[in-house]
């Protein structure tokens, strides 16, 4: 906790439009107030809301926590170095033991909610990333896939809260189970699933809330067979989207931005990200690190190396509006987990608040008003672009 208020200054993007002007703050933002002398070349964004991340830094989240060192924990320092400020730390689909394994860490991250380690994201909750999917849309999966009960689930949510659960709605008795996530605070999504666009529609209307990174590991849209991506971008409110220019095309990205109300970005990074080329982990796979992409030996792209900064600086790239592109990364995300505080600058709301000078690089992050020391980076996203 700060005592004394502390200030930033610049053209602050707030939910009522763009200010210029300065953001007081303690752990919480006090007041906004405008000023027409400042300058606008700094632009102050909220911090960003990162719901699917598996890794950084050469570390697993799957490593659990060992020998006094905690993976979830290396893993939220070095994506606060990017400007993410919370976080779901995500599971990989893996075998009971490892899961639990993962849980474990997780749990001891979450569990000491007042005493968020110095310069870590905050760790929101967890997002089981399997192993309830389909074994024909794996992308970086291993198969050990399996259909969910409710006894499971409740098991691995009593170790560490699950947030958001990723499930293949298709699969043996998982469209009943939807409600009874629901009813324990889990917000259920359709990812890795070979389903039709009737069974994503089904999947909606028993309480699915969203997809796992959109058109990644789904059904594509064929406008016979409109696929799990058609149900998307017909009916949901929210999707995950990762948007390193890799997994998805512009075009598609635009399509997705204007068919989903919420559409939000997530990294989907894994431990390769602010890492030099080179072969990594993701979860019990390795993963090589090449020309800014993770992929399997296969060829299939394995999650990303991405950093939401830099997803920021592909959405503007690509034609989208900065106000536009700061509410995917930040305000989105919060208010799919119910958050009103998170994700958006205004009195009240957590000082996680974000710098940039006028090229859209990263000059300071503050996380409930902790102002962090931004390390430089070894190996910037320009050493390894193609
Ligand atoms: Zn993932």
């Given at each position: 906790m700060?005592s004394s208020?502390s ?8 939910p009522?439009?763009?200010?210029l002007?300065h953001v007081?703050y ?13 300058s ?17 830094a ?9 020998e ?11 994506h ?5 400020t919370?976080l779901l730390?995500?599971?990989m689909?893996?075998?009971p ?7 474990e860490?997780l749990?001891?991250a ?5 005493e ?5 994201a905050?760790?929101l909750?967890?997002?089981l990333e399997?192993?309830f ?20 689930v409740r098991?691995?949510?009593?170790i ?14 998982h ?14 999504q ?7 666009y009737e ?11 969203g997809?796992t990174h959109?058109?990644?590991g ?5 406008h016979?067979q ?7 971008l ?8 990762i ?5 998805v ?11 989903i ?18 072969e990594?982990?993701?979860g019990?796979q390795?993963v090589?690190?090449c ?8 060829g299939?792209?394995?999650g990303?190396a ?5 997803a ?5 790239e690509i034609g989208?509006?900065?106000a536009?592109a700061?509410?995917m990364?930040?305000?989105?995300p919060a208010?799919y987990?119910g958050l009103?505080?998170?994700g958006?600058i205004?009195p009240g ?8 000078d ?5 000059t300071?992050v503050v ?6 020391t931004?390390q430089?980076?070894?190996h910037s996203?320009?050493d390894s672009?193609?």
């Amino acid at each position: 906790m700060t005592s004394s208020p502390s200030r930033l200054s610049g053209r602050i993007l707030t939910p009522s439009g763009w200010l210029l002007g300065h953001v007081d703050y303690s752990d919480r933002v006090l007041r906004l107030h405008e000023d027409s002398t400042v300058s606008p070349d700094r632009i102050i964004l909220p911090g960003f809301i990162d719901l699917h991340v598996h890794g950084a830094a050469g570390v697993d989240i799957m490593e659990g926590a060992m020998e006094g060192r905690n993976s979830a924990e290396q893993v939220a320092r070095a994506h606060a170095q990017h400007g993410t400020t919370a976080l779901l730390g995500t599971t990989m689909t893996a075998s009971p033991a490892s899961i639990e394994h993962a849980l474990e860490g997780l749990s001891a991250a979450i569990s000491e909610r007042a005493e968020r380690g110095s310069g870590m994201a905050r760790i929101l909750g967890v997002h089981l990333e399997g192993p309830f999917i389909s074994a024909k849309r794996l992308g970086a999966q291993p198969n050990v896939v399996c259909s969910a009960t409710l006894e499971v689930v409740r098991h691995y949510h009593a170790i560490a809260p699950i947030k958001v659960l990723t499930l293949a709605p298709e699969l043996s008795g998982h469209l009943a189970l939807i409600p009874q996530l629901n009813e324990l605070g889990i917000r259920v999504q359709i990812g890795h699933s070979a389903g039709s666009y009737e069974d994503g529609l089904a999947a909606l209307q028993a309480g699915v809330a969203g997809f796992t990174h959109l058109f990644n590991g789904m059904t594509p849209l064929n406008h016979y067979q409109p696929g799990i991506v058609g149900a998307a971008l017909a009916h949901a409110q929210f999707a995950e989207l990762i948007p390193d220019l890799q997994h998805v095309h512009p075009g598609a990205m635009r399509a997705a931005i204007r068919a989903i109300p919420q559409l939000y970005c997530v990294t989907d990074a894994t431990s390769a990200t602010g890492m030099p080329d080179g072969e990594y982990a993701l979860g019990s796979q390795r993963v090589l690190k090449c020309l800014g992409c993770v992929r399997l030996a296969s060829g299939s792209l394995a999650g990303s190396a991405l950093t939401m900064d830099q997803a920021l600086r592909n959405l503007c790239e690509i034609g989208i509006d900065l106000a536009a592109a700061s509410h995917m990364l930040s305000r989105n995300p919060a208010d799919y987990l119910g958050l009103p505080d998170r994700g958006r600058i205004e009195p009240g709301a957590w000082a996680d608040l974000l710098a940039f000078d006028s090229d859209l690089q990263l000059t300071s992050v503050v996380i409930e008003g902790e102002a962090l020391t931004l390390q430089p980076a070894p190996h910037s996203a320009k050493d390894s672009a193609p």
